[in-house]
């Protein structure tokens, strides 16, 4: 098994949205290393979904990849905002998996929270400059998630 973390702004799409909704394709990525993280994901792996560009970034809650990789549809749909001119059907550049809801912390996990842990300092989100909305987590930064989030 595998960890995750894939980043989400609330206002386009949340955790509660994901909670509400079940499950969803993860769209709209345009950054061939996410996109190949994404190619590399396994049902079943754990996504750590986190929040950002808003008041609180940080952690919400688990979900599962529930879908493997498939061609992004919204690279061939014209009227997408990640429409892509030169993804073709018979050759997709862009790829995403579905991720279903599986479980919220009893507390949201504040950046402040991530930053100040001393066993998270290497995770690839607290990496400056580090703007991946996808990236690998080690099973030893998952556990201590884990622990801050019940």
């Known amino acids: 098994m595998q960890y995750w973390l894939m980043k989400s702004e609330p206002d386009e799409f949340s955790f509660a949205d994901l909670e509400r909704k079940g499950r969803e ?5 345009r ?10 994901a396994k ?8 929040h950002s ?11 599962k990849v529930s879908k493997l990789a498939f ?5 061939f749909d014209p009227k997408s905002d990640y ?12 790829f995403c998996i579905e991720v279903k809801f599986y479980k919220k912390f009893k507390s949201h996990i504040d950046l402040e929270n ?10 690839l989100i607290m990496r400056p400059g580090n703007r991946l909305s996808v990236t690998p987590v080690t099973a030893a930064e998952f556990k201590v998630i884990q622990k801050l989030g019940s």
């Open 43 to 50: 049902v079943d792996d754990i996504v750590l979904f986190y």
């Open 83 to 94: 429409f892509d001119s030169k993804a073709k059907q018979s050759e997709p550049r862009w």
């Open 71 to 75: 061609p992004d549809p919204t690279q």
């Open 114 to 123: 991530l930053k100040s842990n001393r066993e998270l300092k290497s995770m």
């Open 53 to 63: 560009n808003c008041d609180e970034p940080g952690i919400a809650g688990l979900a």
């Open 31 to 40: 950054n061939y290393q996410a996109r190949n993280f994404m190619r590399a």
């Open 25 to 29: 394709p993860w769209t709209g990525v």
